[in-house]
């Protein structure tokens, strides 16, 4: 018969596990409500991570006053979703001109190879699928498209009022906890390095799909840029996107293989060899973990959480680190097994000024 004392400590411990995942539900629930409103701010915070040193630089070195330099900041921004704004507008007026004749070519391959099966004696139902493909609704998937690219502009102007409130209210001397300084350095380092790597990753692919003279090479570019804050599946996703363009524009195999591998070896350079080792350790998070925080934010904001999954799930890892309870999960969150008896291993340095007494406590 087994002892009381460990009958009650399983019982409080399955106690414990049911109101965690109750507390995860709730919270999910709440996340996916506050959707329109917690999507700008968010986006807004980790953009104010991006644009905060341009704001410092112009404060302390240019000694410019803090509303100064906060329009100069502003500016730049404003600027950069302008000439995105621009970008897309034209690429998608140029998309629209040709809806037409994009429809005529997709029919003709269609034809190719309804004839190609028909001539090997095989049968999928060739008429419905051509007649479905001649009555696809291109100019309406077309103008679709571009109505959600506008509703994405607009959040962006929601976003840079966002920002304004963040750059005027920052005091980065007043951040002495160790847990926020912490997380503030290892999401700014991030960030800051993921911007100008994406950056460059976009620009070598917009370069290489305007030589090959693929249609709305820019906007694959840009669209390269945002996709490789998705770790793994983003820069995927990024060397697939342009293919349907290519198949339906290029008359030969050759520029359409120049499409799919040139961007592929730039996302492999880059990716397996330069990304790692500028970024070195980064958020110490496993990749099944990122996996799995992809999933999760996309189910729960879409897109836009899947941009920010990566970094979120470092902030949580960050914070359930330092708690003895919780410290358990943060090592699994980096893909280590916690050691028997071993309750933590972060430590952290106070901030100029601050007594090493008073400072958070080091776990050991």
């Given at each position: 018969m087994r002892h009381p004392k460990d009958l009650a400590e399983e019982q409080a411990r399955l106690i414990s596990v049911c109101l965690v995942i109750i507390a995860a539900v709730a919270t999910g629930a709440a996340l996916a409500y506050m959707r329109p409103a917690l999507v700008p701010f968010v986006l807004a915070v980790f953009l104010y991570y991006i644009v905060?040193?341009?704001?410092?630089?112009?404060?302390?070195?240019?000694?410019?006053?803090?509303?100064?330099?906060?329009?100069?900041?502003?500016?730049?921004?404003?600027?950069?979703?302008?000439?995105?704004?621009?970008?897309?507008?034209?690429?998608?007026?140029?998309?629209?001109?040709?809806?037409?004749?994009?429809?005529?070519?997709?029919?003709e391959l269609t034809q190719q190879v309804v004839r190609a099966l028909n001539a090997w004696g095989i049968d999928i139902g060739q008429p419905v699928l051509l007649e479905w493909v001649r009555a696809l609704p291109t100019g309406r998937m077309l103008q679709t498209s571009a109505g959600r690219a506008f509703g994405l502009l607009t959040n962006g102007f929601l976003i840079l009022i966002f920002v304004i409130f963040l750059l005027l209210g920052r005091r980065r001397e007043m951040i002495?906890?160790?847990?926020?300084?912490?997380?503030?350095?290892?999401?700014?380092?991030?960030?800051?390095?993921?911007?100008?790597?994406?950056?460059?990753?976009?620009?070598?692919?917009?370069?290489?799909?305007?030589?090959?003279?693929?249609?709305?090479a820019l906007v694959f570019g840009l669209l390269t840029f945002f996709l490789n804050f998705i770790p793994s599946v983003g820069s995927i996703v990024a060397v697939l996107l342009p293919m349907p363009v290519a198949?339906?524009?290029?008359?030969?195999?050759?520029?359409?293989?120049?499409?799919?591998?040139?961007?592929?070896?730039?996302?492999?350079?880059?990716?397996?060899?330069?990304?790692?080792?500028?970024?070195?350790?980064?958020?110490?998070?496993?990749?099944?973990?990122?996996?799995?925080?992809?999933?999760?934010?996309?189910?729960?904001?879409?897109?836009?959480?899947?941009?920010?999954?990566?970094?979120?799930?470092?902030?949580?890892?960050i914070v359930l680190a330092q708690f003895d309870t919780t410290w358990p999960a943060s090592e699994l969150l980096a893909g280590r097994f916690p050691e028997a008896g071993h309750t933590g291993t972060w430590t952290a340095t106070p901030p100029p000024g601050i007594d090493q007494s008073t400072a958070a406590p080091t776990v050991d």
């Open positions: 905060s040193p341009l704001a410092d630089l112009l404060e302390l070195r240019a000694h410019l006053p803090r509303w100064a330099s906060t329009i100069v900041t502003l500016l730049v921004v404003a600027g950069l979703i302008f000439a995105i704004g621009l970008l897309a507008t034209f690429s998608m007026r140029g998309l629209l001109a040709s809806a037409d004749l994009y429809r005529e070519r997709l029919t002495k906890s160790a847990v926020f300084r912490e997380i503030d350095s290892k999401i700014r380092r991030f960030l800051g390095l993921k911007f100008v790597i994406s950056a460059v990753t976009g620009i070598l692919v917009g370069l290489i799909l305007s030589l090959l003279g693929l249609d709305l198949i339906v524009q290029y008359d030969t195999l050759l520029p359409v293989m120049g499409v799919l591998v040139l961007p592929g070896i730039v996302q492999m350079v880059i990716g397996n060899g330069i990304d790692p080792k500028i970024m070195g350790q980064g958020l110490d998070l496993s990749p099944v973990t990122v996996l799995i925080a992809l999933v999760f934010w996309g189910l729960i904001w879409g897109v836009a959480g899947m941009l920010l999954a990566a970094p979120m799930t470092a902030i949580l890892r």
